[in-house]
């Protein structure tokens, strides 16, 4: 069997303009090296799972103009804990064991990242939120 390690830095894409100098902090180095390399893995799943909250919260997403809507996507990563929950889980369900002990160390300022990570790239997908007959 493989080591759990292996695999997950396997899967996950390479990311040329997240650079990592010899004077970046660590929650940044994290950032750059685990946080935003699993966020592109996991677009997929994140724009899916955006869409279920989108229509389990009656689609009033839909009636909003575009400004309203990137406060929508803001509101519900920065206020409902339980959405929140879910985007985390996404990201830590595929770090080592090594970046979930770093991650536990810092989790705050690290949920803030995730979460500012996933408003971005949710915010550039809006297109895809449009509503479906």
Request: aromatic fraction near 10%; charged fraction near 30%.
């Amino acid at each position: 069997m493989l080591e759990r390690n292996q695999p997950l830095e396997y899967l996950r894409p390479e990311l040329p303009n997240a650079k990592v100098m010899s004077n970046t902090g660590d929650e940044e180095r994290f950032q750059n090296q685990t946080l935003r390399p699993i966020a592109k893995f996991q677009n997929d799943l994140l724009l899916a799972v955006f869409k279920k909250y989108i229509k389990r919260r009656k689609n009033a997403f839909h009636e909003l103009n575009l400004h309203q809507k990137q406060d929508y996507i803001e509101h519900a990563l920065k206020k409902d804990l339980k959405f929140r929950n879910q985007i985390k889980g996404i990201f830590i369900g595929l770090f080592t064991v090594d970046e979930y002990v770093e991650y536990m160390d810092n989790s705050s300022n690290l949920n803030k990242r995730i979460a500012n990570l996933t408003i971005e790239r949710l915010k550039s997908n809006i297109q895809l939120f449009e509503k479906e007959d």
